[in-house]
């Protein structure tokens, strides 16, 4: 994971005014969500997911604003396709789906380790993941607004819906859905009795579905930032950052079966393009 230290130094950007969002309601999760960073002693007791460096509050059937914080709900994807746009994504044209800043794959580097906790590793790894995420996120969070993205979509043919508290699926600006999965996570993260942060503490019998809802989310932001936003990352020179991120983020996915193909759906052939080159194995 050498490489992702290279964007340590990208913080998350800031604006002078900060917007408010009205969430339609609470959505019933997927399952609990948790992760036990780094060892199990090091885990900070706060953490920043808001791309204005706060977090989300919720309350049933209340209008949140994001300088509040409080736990998400799990939203929930609502369609997808594997229908084709004619004209390829710039993510899969050349040169941009061949530039990595790492040279082969990432399999020994997301292997479990011998004389290493399972359960441990995978909140290691989702951890470093996370923080990674958010902050490539920070870096181009000031183009995602509600006018240039209204709904978060991963491509023309997929879109993913927040199920509000009567289980309507409801269209939220890609920005808002974003702060309510970064913060749902951040939750997770930092609630003892999901993710256990103390020397000794065991982890709950649903760690893996929990693990498997994390890694799901996490791969929906990826998707909206290759299909929405990628050409931001070339005007940075950050594709080569993003792309080796990106085959790491699956491989450790893949190794640990954490996401199910038919989730992959919008990027599968930018990830079947990886595994010609021999970047995902």
Not at 252 to 279: H, R, T
Request: glycine share 6%.
């Amino acid at each position: 994971m050498s490489f992702l230290n290279t964007i340590r130094g990208f913080g998350r950007s800031s604006k002078k005014t900060k917007k408010d969002y009205e969430a339609p309601g609470i959505l019933a999760p997927h399952g609990n969500g948790n992760v036990s960073p780094m060892r199990r002693s090091q885990l900070p007791s706060k953490m920043s997911p808001s791309k204005r460096g706060s977090q989300i509050q919720f309350a049933p059937s209340s209008p949140t604003r994001i300088s509040r914080m409080a736990r998400s709900r799990l939203p929930q994807r609502q369609t997808y396709s594997t229908s084709e746009t004619e004209e390829p994504p710039l993510f899969l044209c050349e040169p941009f789906v061949k530039t990595a800043l790492v040279k082969g794959s990432f399999k020994t580097i997301v292997q479990l380790p011998k004389y290493v906790d399972y359960g441990e590793w995978l909140s290691l790894n989702i951890f470093e993941l996370f923080n990674h995420l958010n902050q490539f996120y920070g870096i181009i969070s000031d183009y995602i607004t509600p006018e240039l993205n209204p709904t978060m979509n991963a491509g023309p043919n997929t879109n993913y819906l927040w199920i509000d508290t009567s289980g309507q699926p409801v269209n939220l600006p890609a920005d808002q859905y974003i702060e309510y999965v970064l913060t749902w996570i951040s939750n997770k993260i930092n609630d003892q009795s999901v993710f256990p942060t103390k020397d000794g503490g065991a982890f709950p019998p649903n760690f893996i579905k929990d693990c498997k809802n994390i890694v799901r989310q996490m791969f929906r932001i990826f998707a909206h930032i290759y299909h929405n936003h990628f050409e931001k990352l070339v005007h940075l020179s950050l594709e080569a950052h993003w792309n080796s991120f990106f085959a790491h983020f699956i491989s450790f996915g893949k190794e640990f079966n954490l996401i199910d193909k038919k989730e992959l759906v919008p990027l599968l052939p930018l990830i079947e393009n990886f595994e010609k080159q021999g970047k995902i194995i």
